[in-house]
């Protein structure tokens, strides 16, 4: 693996890169930061947790020449990522400081408008809220010399196509764009071709494998113990941080509620129903140490960057099994190990299949010793026969 000095990265980033502590390159980064700093443009591919932020800011960060106009956009398709790109583009940009302003929704707009009054250099943004700022006419693009386009697949799950479109439109053809999207299905790649100028695609290992670190367990139950089942795996689980994520917002209230009785447990929840300062507390407190459990619905499982997370637990066997590695991608980051529990149903027996097909792996079933289970089939040996498996599917070169 190269050095950071290697890749071609200048003085006062190299000096903030030794203040964070990393030794050496993730793959990804010593993929694209050399590319980067050509000016090539990048599409990338990666799994959560790689240190894509750094692969895509340190750059940038290096190439940013003292301006008064904005130089560099990142999209995020949330305001926890948002906020969380912030903060790691402010220490990656400590010995060269910048003006990095954040906009997101689910706050006011003056403290927005005043910052964006005071020349920023880097806007990090979620899509709707600086449309908002753009239509004001509180900001212009023009000068935008760097674009990133991050959790492409995720922007557009969420119904952003549209005014990331609107977005690009205003920022200057001669721009470097940096497009990072974990899977690319057919219309990110129409927005790829149109946004980028002959791009060199980053891949880093099988798009499809979580961590490697992560162990993984389906814990089999009939539906009327599925909470009983979750309450008893909490409180057996020896756990520093545990994330458990549900498929609605009712789940999520109903599961933190029934937490909140077990001893030793402080839950939080995350959801988009929770007003945003509430969100951000519970978000700080889950990494703080405040909070041990945080239950959280989809919006939390894409890309934070929360270390220490030992335990995931599915309260469902997720729809999409992309969501599947996405919400496992919690634990197991920065190579320590976690473990990802799954409460499976039988009528999630197709999904936990997918999963399975997904990931090319069988996940082990396991029963909770001293757990009274009522009799379901789902608890006899291997009921589920995994069918023959798919010839993996064809690795996209790797560079
Ligand atoms: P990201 O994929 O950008 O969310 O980064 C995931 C985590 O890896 C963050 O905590 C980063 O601070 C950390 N990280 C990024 N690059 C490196 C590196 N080269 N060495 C060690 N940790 C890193």
Redesign the pocket.
């Given at each position: 693996m190269p050095s950071f000095e290697d890749l071609g990265l200048s003085g006062p980033v190299l000096r903030a890169i030794a203040r964070?502590?990393?030794?050496?390159?993730?793959p990804i980064?010593a993929q694209a930061i050399p590319e980067a700093l050509q000016g090539r443009d990048i599409v990338g591919a990666?799994q959560?947790?790689?240190?894509?932020?750094?692969?895509f800011g340190l750059p940038i960060i290096c190439q940013m020449q003292p301006s008064t106009r904005v130089q560099c956009l990142v999209l995020e398709p949330t305001r926890e990522l948002a906020a969380?790109v912030e903060d790691?583009m402010n220490v990656f940009s400590y010995y060269k400081p910048l003006n990095v302003v954040l906009l997101h929704g689910g706050v006011g707009y003056g403290h927005q408008i005043e910052a964006l009054e005071g020349k920023p250099d880097v806007i990090i943004a979620t899509p709707g809220r600086l449309l908002d700022h753009l239509e004001k006419g509180n900001l212009d693009l023009s000068e935008v010399k760097f674009l990133v386009l991050d959790e492409v697949d995720r922007m557009l799950d969420m119904g952003f196509l549209p005014d990331v479109k609107r977005i690009i439109d205003q920022c200057p053809s001669g721009r470097q764009t940096q497009f990072f999207s974990a899977t690319m299905p057919g219309a990110i790649q129409t927005l790829a071709n149109w946004a980028l100028k002959d791009p060199i695609a980053v891949e880093i290992g099988e798009r499809r494998s979580p961590a490697e670190t992560v162990s993984h367990a389906f814990y089999p139950v009939g539906m009327d113990q599925r909470d009983e089942l979750i309450v008893a795996l909490v409180e057996k689980t020896g756990f520093e941080s545990m994330m458990i994520f549900t498929r609605t917002k009712k789940e999520a209230d109903s599961l933190l509620a029934r937490l909140q009785d077990i001893e030793g447990t402080r839950p939080t929840a995350l959801h988009s129903d929770i007003k945003q300062s509430d969100r951000t507390k519970a978000l700080q407190g889950f990494r703080d140490g405040t909070f041990n459990i945080i239950v959280a619905t989809d919006i939390a499982a894409r890309?934070l960057?929360i270390?220490g997370v030992t335990h995931v637990i599915n309260y469902r066997v997720p729809e999409n099994p992309e969501d599947y590695v996405h919400r496992i991608g919690r634990t197991g980051?920065?190579q320590q190990e976690g473990d990802a529990f799954t409460i499976l149903t039988a009528d999630e027996l197709e999904n936990a299949r997918s999963v399975e097909h997904f990931i090319e792996q069988k996940i082990e079933r396991r029963k909770l010793e001293g757990f009274d289970y009522n009799y379901t089939a789902l608890l006899e040996d291997n009921p589920t026969p995994l069918r023959k498996k798919r010839p993996p599917a064809p690795k996209r070169r790797k560079r």
């Open positions: 964070t502590g990393y030794t050496e390159p993730t980064q990666s959560t947790g790689t240190g894509k932020t750094a692969a969380q790691q890309g960057d270390s980051r920065a």
